[in-house]
């Protein structure tokens, strides 16, 4: 297994991860009937997610910028794996994107101004590097 599939795996598992720590703070905050429920507007006053607490919020928030982020990083990934093009260059992107994701949860979470964006940056300029390696 190449680093970086090996790395695309772990960053599925931070995906799982994640989600944990959105979900279960959100399901105790908003009870079973809510979180089970079809949400239909017309059930709800607002939608759950403004219904949670400000860090339950950020941490859901940050679930979903990942789940975006994964998508590029598994092309990414896959480009380079499939080609037969890794090399110590795009392991290194590779490392660096979990890395930063890996961050990204507590510096979402805890509302890091301007960390988090700064994070996020270096995460998607390594998947940018990955692709553009593949081209190279």
């Not at 059930?43 to 679930?63: H, I």
Request: charged share 10%; aromatic share 10%; glycine share 6%.
């Amino acid at each position: 297994m190449t680093q970086e599939l090996l790395v695309l795996v772990l960053a599925g598992l931070l995906q799982v991860i994640q989600f944990g720590l959105y979900a279960v703070p959100a399901n105790l905050e908003l009870g079973p009937g809510k979180t089970m429920s079809p949400r239909d507007p017309e059930r709800l006053s607002k939608p759950l997610m403004e219904q949670v607490s400000t860090r339950t919020g950020r941490l859901a928030r940050a679930y979903q910028n990942h789940n975006e982020a994964l998508l590029l990083f598994a092309v990414a990934v896959l480009v380079i794996t499939l080609s037969g093009q890794s090399s110590w260059f795009t392991a290194a992107c590779a490392w660096a994107y979990l890395v930063a994701r890996i961050l990204y949860v507590p510096a979402y979470a805890n509302g890091w101004v301007p960390g988090r964006s700064l994070i996020f940056a270096i995460g998607w300029l390594a998947t940018v590097l990955m692709l553009l390696a593949a081209l190279i």
